[in-house]
């Protein structure tokens, strides 16, 4: 357990090769943004100066996922990033990202425990059903990046869907213990 907490030390050689001290392997930046997916925190220092160069290559990772189409960053935004190294709102910045996405992953726990919370009387409504599996697929896009949403899929999930509230309620447990997790997670950053 407490290995989980401790970041993931990754160091880089003069080769530029990344090494895994936990696994004693090679890795890559693919096998990096992995590591984050399932919630993991990561520290890459170069093994000869010591250091620390975890920035540089999330923002690599990030540069990666946006030239593939994985866009996440409008343009309007990337393009008030780059200026706001050159203005004032270089020193703001980084607290009010910070605070967005805090509201965000705050935001998106409540969505889901207020839409699970309470008996709903729409439930019996034919287009309900369709309504909620949108929102569940809208979540776990949403949250897939953050391996917070890592539920099940499949059959399991379809019969939890399909009126079997005992899975369903352990389902939702599941995803709450996750959500949680993310968030102290999260805030320790």
């Known amino acids: 357990m407490a290995e989980a907490t401790k970041p993931l030390l990754i160091k880089r050689y003069a080769s530029r090769r990344l090494y895994n001290t936990e696994t004693s392997d090679y890795v890559t930046l693919e096998d990096i943004s992995g590591f984050i997916r399932a919630g993991r925190e990561v520290q890459i220092v170069d093994l000869k100066t010591g250091d620390d160069l975890t920035r540089q290559y999330l923002l690599q990772i990030v540069a990666e996922h946006e030239s593939k189409g994985d866009t996440v960053l409008p ?23 910070s605070a967005s996405f805090d509201m965000l992953r ?6 889901l425990e207020n839409l699970n919370a309470m008996p709903n009387p729409l439930v019996g409504l034919p287009a309900f059903d369709a309504l909620r599996k949108q929102q569940e697929a809208f979540l776990k896009t949403m949250m897939g990046g953050w391996g917070a949403a890592g539920g099940t899929t499949g059959p399991a999930k379809e019969d939890a869907a399909a009126g079997d509230a005992p899975a369903g309620a352990d389902e939702l447990a599941e995803i709450k213990r996750q959500f949680a997790e993310l968030q102290k997670k999260l805030s320790k950053l």
């Open 75 to 97: 343009t309007n935004v990337l393009t008030d990033l780059v200026r706001s190294y050159t203005t004032g709102m270089q020193a703001v910045l980084p607290q009010f990202l």
């Open 106 to 111: 705050e935001g998106q726990s409540k969505l």
